[in-house]
């Protein structure tokens, strides 16, 4: 039997090479329990994007063992012309904030929240529950102390509609 996929989000990392002659950067990642160490022997690696200043997008899961607080782990390995390094590893707690959409009107069969830490943009979705009418709730992650903008993706029948605020979006700190 084939195990449900996990469902992940998408967070941007950045490697500045602090020398030049640095030929590649590949991160090496996991997630754990809160207060529990990592184990890399099931760890998710990336090549980051060429040039002094480089990046990949982790797909980290939305939860760890159930819960929607967790720790996110990696390090950098560094090829360079010469040698072979690595950095520390680094720990960053990953926490989940939901936010909601209060259709007054109750115009919309469905909401969305598309969503992304704001220093580094990349594109997340979340699908709106509700438990009271015409108020949707989502969650969004990301690294406990950062920023998330948000917007709403609206569905009305055969039609739908982005609000992002006139292009400012919605913030919240997690």
Same mark, same amino acid.
């Given at each position: 039997?084939? +195990?449900? +996929?996990?469902?992940?989000?998408?967070?941007?990392?950045?490697?500045?090479?602090?020398?030049?002659?640095?030929?590649?950067?590949?991160?090496?990642? &996991?997630?754990? +329990?809160?207060?529990?160490?990592?184990?890399?022997?099931?760890?998710?690696?990336?090549?980051?994007?060429?040039?002094?200043?480089?990046?990949?997008?982790?797909?980290?899961?939305?939860?760890?063992?159930?819960?929607?607080? *967790?720790?996110?782990?990696?390090?950098? !390995? %560094?090829?360079?012309?010469?040698?072979? &390094?690595?950095?520390?590893? *680094? &720990?960053?707690?990953?926490?989940?904030?939901?936010?909601? *959409?209060?259709?007054?009107?109750?115009? @919309?069969?469905?909401?969305? !929240?598309?969503?992304?830490?704001?220093?580094?943009?990349?594109?997340?979705? &979340?699908?709106?529950?509700?438990?009271?009418?015409?108020? *949707?709730?989502?969650?969004?992650?990301? %690294?406990?102390?950062?920023?998330?903008? @948000?917007?709403?993706?609206?569905?009305?029948?055969?039609?739908?509609?982005?609000?992002?605020?006139?292009?400012?979006?919605?913030?919240?700190?997690?």
């Amino acid at each position: 039997m084939v +195990p449900p +996929p996990v469902s992940v989000f998408g967070l941007r990392k950045t490697w500045i090479d602090p020398v030049p002659g640095i030929a590649m950067v590949q991160a090496h990642y &996991t997630c754990s +329990p809160t207060g529990v160490p990592p184990d890399w022997a099931g760890a998710e690696q990336v090549v980051l994007s060429p040039g002094p200043s480089r990046s990949a997008v982790f797909e980290v899961p939305r939860t760890v063992d159930g819960s929607t607080e *967790f720790s996110l782990h990696h390090f950098f !390995f %560094v090829v360079g012309e010469h040698d072979r &390094t690595t950095s520390p590893v *680094f &720990t960053e707690p990953i926490v989940a904030r939901e936010v909601v *959409f209060d259709d007054a009107t109750g115009a @919309y069969s469905s909401v969305g !929240f598309i969503w992304s830490e704001a220093d580094s943009p990349v594109p997340n979705y &979340t699908s709106g529950v509700t438990d009271v009418p015409h108020v *949707f709730r989502g969650l969004v992650w990301g %690294v406990r102390g950062s920023t998330v903008r @948000y917007g709403f993706h609206l569905l009305v029948g055969d039609g739908e509609r982005w609000d992002d605020n006139g292009g400012h979006g919605w913030t919240i700190t997690l």
